[in-house]
């Protein structure tokens, strides 16, 4: 019996994420981060509230080569609540790398760079929503009145609304 030959699915295309993967962890190799992840999802490892305050910027290792210092980057306003988490932040990366990597965790008031470059842009908070003009949201529920099922009406109109308002702005 002759087994059937397998054939790709993809047609000789890649997926995004295979093709940046090698470069994304050349770079952070360069800064100490053997884990990208660490990088790539900040805010799921330790935590919304934390990522808004502070991100990454490199993880050194010492000369035995027993626990790494991993240097964080934050504002002087909040580097005084972010040095009370630090046992806690340690504690979430260590979870991350899945060992206990980070023995050490120091936080910096500038950037990596140096003090010419001190502004600090911290891209994890959560953009400010404004509510949709009563006269979008009258539309949406005058175009979603024929829709029996309650739940989907009322998504329906806060779709509506959204998308209404934002073609007026």
Not at 118 to 145: C, I, W, Y
Request: charged share 20%.
């Amino acid at each position: 019996m002759k087994q059937p030959r397998h054939t790709s699915t993809t047609r000789g295309f890649s997926r995004a994420s295979t093709l940046v993967q090698k470069p994304i962890r050349a770079v952070g190799e360069q800064r100490g981060f053997a884990v990208a992840r660490l990088l790539t999802h900040w805010a799921e490892v330790v935590g919304a509230a934390t990522a808004n305050i502070a991100k990454p910027v490199n993880v050194s290792y010492g000369k035995g080569g027993m626990g790494a210092t991993l240097t964080l980057l934050t504002t002087g306003s909040q580097a005084p609540m972010l040095e009370m988490q630090k046992e806690a932040i340690r504690e979430k990366v260590n979870a991350c790398y899945g060992y206990r990597a980070i023995s050490r965790v120091r936080i910096t008031q500038t950037a990596p760079t140096g003090f010419a470059e001190g502004r600090v842009a911290f891209e994890h908070k959560a953009h400010m929503t404004s509510q949709p003009d009563p006269v979008a949201r009258n539309a949406a529920r005058t175009l979603a009145a024929d829709i029996e099922n309650q739940d989907l009406r009322s998504a329906l109109c806060a779709l509506g609304a959204n998308v209404l308002s934002q073609q007026k702005s």
